[in-house]
């Protein structure tokens, strides 16, 4: 018989989004024979015990698609011991994860020497698996889920102990995660804050966080700045939405792949990275999630709502930070945010020393022929793919490109793909099912730090010359041609 194990329910007052953590429950007794029958009653299995935890926590990261949970920390009252990488089964929801290492840790999921009151479940993530991400679809953007749903069991054959509690083979929970149970170690370390916009009648507040590389106080002299401006999906107030809709953590240290490399040269520490946070999207004309646009029809400046307070806190921060290296500020951003990125380039263009705008959403034909005369001489990378359905390019980037390097630009480089690929999850699940990522996700390629084919400008005439095909010129990748790029007036 298996030794008693209490029933622990407790109801937690949970911040943000609400939602039950609801403690493991018996299964209930093998029914009985059917009543009237004179027949004994057959022999029933066994029934299931609860495993008995104090807490759990789930684990959040970052990967080239978005956020997933790679672990789950489950907290016990005893130290737990007796387990092996196969001694639990994890679904999440209806789906079966993969366990990949089983360990004692602390609370945050890192490993402990010994053991302990918290073990960590650590699974094999894919694209498609234990996203703590829902979507708005009327809003267009992220949300965290109210709950994320999981069942831990003990595999067929297997035992572990919880002090003098044994547990063993069917034995379960079941558990609704909520926000108060989440962790995210990637962006602990991001300082966060918000910066009001009372200016044109308007009254804005935009959400910011801001990363620093170790060292960075007392290294051999001020540091460049790289700034982020999230996609449509990414809008809201909850900065972690921003960093991890796309993996913005790879910009910093705390990623497997990061850029920061490239920026800690001749003595310095490395770039901060700066991103703000729309409450609604770039592209809206009224702070509403509307885009409705006069323009659109005609050349002339494709207008943004939120103009005014960006530029308020990019210049707040920059002056607020007196290490900042102001001629090597550089501005990207995905869709919305590049087309925010070339919004602020007509806009403030000499104020960064080089842009990187990525599927940009300002179309080609709302460029006047003196909005690109006025930015030929900046130094930006454009970065697409030809199959991205979202932002057609041949109506965004490439014409405009062609634009540019006809009046003239000697710094503008393009780099176009035939599909979006990864590394995380080399075979992706897509809706379109190709086995590559949707087209639109182009950001993937930089912040997997594989930007590293541009055009021969030289060999660009027309639209028809920018094919993937064409895309072969070698020698530097994307981040690394942007640290070495400075404002004019202080380039050597």
């Known amino acids: 018989m298996k030794k008693p194990v209490s029933l622990l329910l407790a109801a937690f007052l949970l911040l943000g989004m609400m939602g039950t953590f609801a403690g493991c429950t018996q299964s209930p007794p093998a029914s009985s024979a059917p009543s009237g029958s004179n027949a004994p009653a057959a022999p029933s299995a066994e029934p299931a015990t609860e495993i008995a935890l104090t807490k759990a926590y789930i684990i959040v990261q970052g990967y080239e698609w978005g956020p997933a949970i ?10 737990v011991s007796g387990t092996a990488n196969d001694t639990f089964e994890v679904a999440f929801g209806s ?26 479940i650590e699974m094999v993530t894919k694209s498609n698996e234990a996203s703590p991400f829902t979507y708005d679809m009327e809003k267009k953007v992220n949300l965290w889920a109210e709950s994320v749903d999981f069942k831990v069991t003990v595999a067929p054959g297997k035992t572990f102990s919880v002090g003098s509690t044994t547990y063993e083979e069917g034995d379960v929970c079941s558990y609704s995660a909520t926000a108060a149970d989440r962790k995210v170690p990637q962006t602990a370390g991001w300082v966060r804050d918000t910066v009001e916009y009372k200016e044109e009648g308007k009254d804005i507040t935009l959400s910011r966080g801001a990363w620093a590389p170790e060292g960075a106080d007392s290294d051999s002299g001020k540091n460049p700045l790289v700034i982020w401006l999230h996609g ?117 263009g000499d104020y960064f020393a080089a842009y990187y705008p990525i599927c940009e959403g300002y179309l080609d034909q709302c460029i006047s022929d003196e909005m690109i005369e006025q930015v030929k ?116």
């Not at 790679?70 to 130290?79: G, N």
């Not at 990623?255 to 991103?275: C, I, R, S």
């Open 70 to 79: 790679p672990k789950i920390v489950l907290e016990f009252a005893e130290d």
């Open 95 to 120: 789906a079966k994860r993969t366990v990949k290492e089983v360990y004692s840790s602390d609370e945050d999921g890192n490993k402990a020497d010994g053991p302990g009151k918290y073990l960590t």
């Open 232 to 348: 449509m999906g990414e809008g809201g107030t909850d900065i972690d939405i921003d960093l991890l809709g796309n993996e913005v953590t790879a910009l910093t240290t705390e990623n497997e792949t990061n850029v920061q490399k490239y920026f800690a040269t001749d003595g310095l520490a490395g770039a901060y990275v700066l991103v703000v946070q729309t409450p609604t999207m770039w592209m809206d004309t009224d702070g509403s999630y509307t885009f409705n646009n006069e323009n659109i029809t005609t050349p002339g400046k494709q207008e943004s709502w939120y103009t005014g307070a960006l530029w308020k806190a990019i210049t707040s921060y920059v002056e607020s930070n007196p290490d900042v290296d102001t001629s090597r500020i550089y501005l990207g951003g995905c869709s919305n945010g590049g087309y925010m990125t070339m919004n602020m380039m007509f806009e403030h």
């Open 377 to 492: 001489n900046y130094n930006v990378w454009f970065l697409q793919s030809a199959d991205d359905g979202t932002v057609d390019p041949t109506q965004y980037a490439l014409p405009a490109y062609v634009r540019l390097l006809k009046a003239g630009a000697q710094n503008m480089w393009f780099t176009l793909t035939d599909h979006v690929r990864g590394t995380d999850d080399p075979e992706p699940w897509s809706w379109t099912g190709t086995g590559t990522y949707d087209g639109h996700w182009s950001w993937i390629y930089a912040f997997n730090d594989q930007v590293t084919t541009r055009f021969d400008t030289a060999a660009v005439t027309s639209v028809e010359d920018l094919v993937p095909e064409n895309c072969t010129v070698t020698g530097v990748n994307l981040w690394q041609w942007m640290s070495e790029q400075k404002l004019p007036e202080a380039a050597e």
